[in-house]
């Protein structure tokens, strides 16, 4: 079955713990995005990434990373977590138009 | 400003009835419009995706359509029900290269 998977689906940190919320996909697409959805603000672009060893700054970067060593992977990482990056996150993964995301990562930091 | 505005943000509809979602943009250019579903915390997930050229495109009671002229769209729900209940989220790519432009999403709510 085609997917992006993510992992974790729930995380409660603390304050400057690193941690890295993993995505995967199984459709051998080139482009991958994170995105964080904010109550009332909607979907924002984190990072995105056109192909392996291809990233580049979305709308709203700052506090995060990425990279992308394979095709199918694309970790975010965040070195040091605050509470104004508690949000709803999704990777997706795309070819053309058609666009599929994840699951979501639910993140509170406090 | 939004370069996507959504209307209405939020509605009730009875079961059974039909609802027009609305989808207002200011991108430029534009390659395609896309409509998404999004039920209460998942992804999102691909309803229609439109081109420039295409005015309509249905996806079973699912019906958007696209006026480029006039820089608008909008989504038709036809004889709701009750799994109808989700967010709708309007979403423009300016060239094709998946820098998106996201609307904030119309909430509906079908009751019984």
């Known amino acids: 079955e085609a997917q992006v998977t993510q992992n974790p689906r729930y995380l409660i940190t603390v304050t400057g713990k690193k941690l890295t919320v993993t995505c995967s996909q199984n459709?051998?697409?080139?482009?991958m995005s994170w995105y964080r959805q904010d109550p009332g603000l909607g979907l924002r672009q984190i990072y995105y990434?056109?192909?392996?060893?291809?990233?580049d700054k979305g709308d709203v970067p700052e506090g995060y990373k990425v990279s992308r060593k394979e095709k199918r992977n694309f970790p975010l990482i965040l070195e040091s977590p605050s509470p104004n990056q508690t949000s709803l996150y999704f990777c997706?993964?795309?070819?053309?138009?058609?666009?599929?995301f994840g699951p979501g990562t639910r993140l509170t930091v406090t | 400003k939004n370069q996507v505005e959504q209307s209405p943000q939020s509605l009730i509809i009875l079961e059974g009835k039909n609802c027009t979602l609305q989808?207002?943009?200011?991108?430029?250019?534009?390659?395609?419009l896309r409509w998404y579903k999004q039920d209460t915390g998942r992804g999102p997930v691909s309803l229609t995706i439109?081109?420039?050229?295409?005015n309509t495109k249905s996806n079973g009671r699912y019906t958007a359509t696209l006026d480029a002229d006039t820089k608008q769209s909008s989504l038709h729900i036809t004889a709701s029900q009750l799994s109808d209940s989700a967010s709708y989220i309007c979403?423009?790519?300016?060239?094709?290269?998946?820098?998106?432009?996201f609307g904030k999403g119309n909430q509906v709510v079908v009751i019984p």
């Open positions: 997706a993964s795309s070819r053309s138009y058609e666009q599929y």
């Open positions: 459709m051998n697409h080139e482009y």
């Open positions: 990434s056109m192909n392996v060893e291809v990233t």
């Open positions: 989808c207002n943009y200011t991108v430029s250019p534009f390659s395609n």
């Open positions: 439109m081109t420039f050229s295409e």
């Open positions: 979403v423009v790519n300016p060239d094709g290269n998946n820098r998106l432009a």
